[in-house]
Every structure is written in C-alpha cells, then in structure tokens.
C-alpha cells in the first residue's frame, strides 16, 4: 500500500517538473512520460505508452536515440544534443541525459530528462545566418570597421596603470598573438578588445565577438566550428565563427564559461589554425587572431579547473590586465566630464557639471559595478534630474551612507584634515612654481590634469 502512495506521488510530482522526463522499458517500449515530454511530442498519453520509442519518433535511429544508446551500451550519457521531428512535423532539439536502470547488473530500462532549447537553437541559427550574410558578403574596409567601432582614444583614464595597458596593448596590436584579457565586469574588455583590432593590420578584416557564456555547450560548438548537412539530424550546412572571421580578430569572451571539451577543441584550432565543422571530416585552414577575455583571475579558473592549463598558455602569450575603477579612482572626474558630455548629447541636456561635495561621495565608493556602473549612474541622473549640476541628492540609493560619512568627515577623522591640509600645500607651492600653469603643475605632482582641476577647484586655489 506505502510503494503504491509513494509511486503515485513521485509521478504527480514529475508531472511539475519543467524538464520532458521518459521511462522506457528493456524492449524500448515507453512507460512513462510526463506533463512536459507530452508537450513537446505533442501526443496524447494513449497514443504513446506501450509502443516502442522508435514507433513514436520515427526521425530518430537506434544511433540517434539517446534512449536506445544506454540501453545498447549501459553506460549513462550527459548533456548531449538531440534532435528529432515530431508527428506535426516541428524540429525539436532537446538536451538530453539518458541513465540505464539496472537490476542485479541487468539493464531493465532506461530514464530520460530532457531540457527544450528549440527556441534557443531556432535563434542562434537566424544570428548564425544573418552573421554570415553580413561578414561573408560584405567586404567593404568601411562595413568592417562600423562592427568594431572604438579606438585607443575612446579609452578615457590617465591613471599610470591605465597609461601602461594603453601603451601594451597598443604594441601587441601589431602583432598576431593570441591575447588574454582580465578584467572585472563592466571594466571594458570589449572596448580594449576593439581598440587592439582597429590598431592591427586587420582593422579593414572581419572582427567577430562572442560570449562563451550565452550559450549552451552543444550549440556554442556548432557556432565557432559550423556544422555540414547531415552531420547530425536537422543540421544545415553552416559556416562557424572562425571561418567568417578569416583573415580578422575572433572575440571570445568569458573564456572560463566555456566548457573543458570544448576547450580541447580550441588548443587544437590554435596550434593547427584548422577547424573542423560539427560532423565533417574535412579540416579548413583558418587565419584568425584570437583574442579571449574572462572575468576571473584566470590562476583561479585553472585552479578551480574551469579552464584548461595547456589553453591557458595558448590564448595568453600577451596576458593584459585591465585595472578595476577601485584602483584608478584618479580618473573618476575624467570620466564623469565625458559622461555627463556624452549624456547631455544624447538626452538634449545642458549639465555643467558636479558638485565638489557630490564628487567627493563618488571618490569614496568601491564602484563594483567599474565604470560601467558609474556610466549608469551618471545617465540616470541626466534622464531623470532637471539640474545644471549634479546634486549630493541626485545619486542613487547605493550612495546613501557615504552621503553621511561625507558629512562627519571634518569631525571624526582628523586624519582626512591633515592630508587634505598637506595635499593642498602641495598643490600651492607646484602653482607657484609652473606660474599656475596647470598643465606643468599636473606634470608637476604627477595626477592627472583634470583631477589637479578637481583640487584646485574644491581648497579653493
């Protein structure tokens, strides 16, 4: 009485689940299916339980079948790509794991579950095909240049470690290295990325970015490598990533998504400069330089074997770092200028600027978001503020206790006072030395031009 109750309830409870999930039996013949497997073949229950898996879904073979495969064999399969058509005649991809049921070492059946990505596959097939009419028939220098549109002067910081990416990263442009970037979200790795490629000889040459973490496993392979018709079911004939950027700069960020299999296939393209598409024998040589980006330290990523060493040491013969807006605060006045003009443009705005005490908030918060987080605070407040200037009250919520430890400063922290004091010294002094030229004072005491402006502005000088 208890095994009939609790059987009851798993199946009612599978009946929720949003995954298809099938049971077959040691003959292949079906037992069970549940709410969403009846969704996707689009059957009903008395059409499908007793009758054999390959009688139900005639698209698929006894080397197709994922079901069939463990029953054959006894071994589980993981996250594989199936592809089959139903009864109305709908392409349905799915990805499957498949595990045998044994008992007593004897395989009794099988088990299915079965995650829908139709409308995910339908989707990157479009971008793939809208890729290649773009990039495979359009060889205009102009057309190329518009898909990787900014340049080393786009980068905007003059804080030294700034300096010293610029200056690195403009040196392996000319180069066709494979180049690893690091660098925290919202730091601008694509806009480095695209810089290096505009820099290159390739700059009138294809430049294709993709992010490894946008999608699964199994179709991400087929983008990069392509696919040939009847490689497998329902496939087309199909260039990859890596042939429409022949002769350019292949993007692949966040590197450290990808997964380990996949990897493998990435050393041998990079020390073969040959693909192979998704099931063809045939290799095609490729002239792509590959630039990877990943968001984690990649020492973390290898460690946590996430990434592959020996690919590691393939992608990152020029290894870049980008530094995190926490570490390069010195430019956040500089940004903030080209910000609030870039905002004023596009917004029919007429902001002039920033409140010192405001500026200061900003100076004093970690930015986890770098500079694409203060990028947004800064539009946020143009879109939705009628102000010449920006207010201490304008920002954000996230903002709300340095807004305090701003106004307690001069009380509580004596040390603040004696620096700010030494600091501002300094800067009189340096005035008087370059006749208050401030571009030689700058220079002078070594901070960036527009922050010299910034101090000057708030002692007063």
């Known amino acids: 009485m208890k095994s009939i109750f609790f059987r009851e309830n798993i199946f009612e409870i599978l009946n929720h689940i949003e995954e298809a999930i099938q049971i077959i039996d040691e003959k292949g013949r079906i037992l069970y ?139 392996a442009s000319n180069t066709s290295s494979p180049v690893l970037i690091y660098g925290e979200t919202g730091t601008g790795k694509e806009l480095l990325v695209q810089s290096i490629h505009n820099a290159s000889p390739r700059k009138n040459k294809p430049f294709i970015a993709q992010n490894c973490a946008a999608l699964p496993s199994n179709l991400l392979e087929g983008i990069l490598f392509g696919t040939v018709k009847g490689g497998f079911t329902g496939a087309e004939d199909r260039k990859g990533l890596f042939e429409l950027a022949n002769g350019g700069t292949l993007f692949l960020d966040e590197i450290n998504s990808m997964p380990l299999e996949l990897q493998a296939k990435m050393l041998r393209v990079l020390q073969d400069g040959s693909i192979r598409r998704v ?43 980008i530094p995190a807006l926490r570490e390069r605060k010195d430019d956040i006045p500089l940004l903030i200028e080209f910000f609030i003009d870039k905002y ?51 920002l954000p919520y996230q903002f709300e206790k340095y807004k305090v430890q701003i106004n307690k400063d001069e009380d509580i922290r004596p040390l603040n006072s004696a620096v700010e004091k030494l600091e501002k010294n300094i800067i009189k002094e340096a005035l008087k030395k370059t006749d208050r030229n401030i571009t030689k004072t700058a220079e002078l005491i070594s901070i960036p031009r527009q922050t010299l402006q910034y101090k000057i502005k708030k002692y007063g000088l």
């Open 279 to 321: 099931g063809s024998t045939k290799t095609i040589d490729v002239n792509v330089r590959v630039i990877t980006a990943t968001n984690t330290e990649p020492e973390q990523a290898i460690d946590e074997k996430i990434m592959r060493k020996d690919l590691y040491y393939r992608l990152a013969v020029i290894n870049l770092k």
């Open 344 to 394: 004023n443009k596009e917004l029919g705005n007429d902001v002039e600027g920033i409140e010192d005490d405001t500026l200061d908030v900003l100076m004093k918060y970690d930015w986890p978001g770098n500079v694409r987080e203060l990028e947004h605070v800064i539009q946020g407040v143009l879109a939705l503020e009628d102000t010449d200037t920006i207010k201490k009250e304008h």
């Open 33 to 171: 299916f549940n709410k969403s497997a009846k969704e996707l073949d689009e059957l009903g229950r008395e059409k499908i339980i007793g009758r054999h898996i390959l009688e139900v879904y005639p698209s698929l073979n006894h080397d197709t079948s994922t079901l069939i495969q463990v029953m054959q064999t006894g071994s589980p399969i993981y996250e594989k790509e199936q592809m089959f058509i139903n009864y109305k005649g709908n392409k349905i991809t799915t990805i499957n794991t498949s595990i045998p049921i044994k008992e007593k070492g004897r395989i009794k059946g099988a088990i299915e579950i079965s995650r829908n990505i139709t409308h995910v596959r339908k989707m990157t097939e479009k971008i793939t095909d809208l890729q290649t009419k773009l990039y495979s028939e359009n060889d205009n220098p102009k057309k190329n240049n518009e898909r990787a549109k900014y340049t080393f002067i786009d980068i905007i910081g003059q804080n030294r470690k700034m300096a010293k990416l610029k200056s690195t990263a403009l040196r």
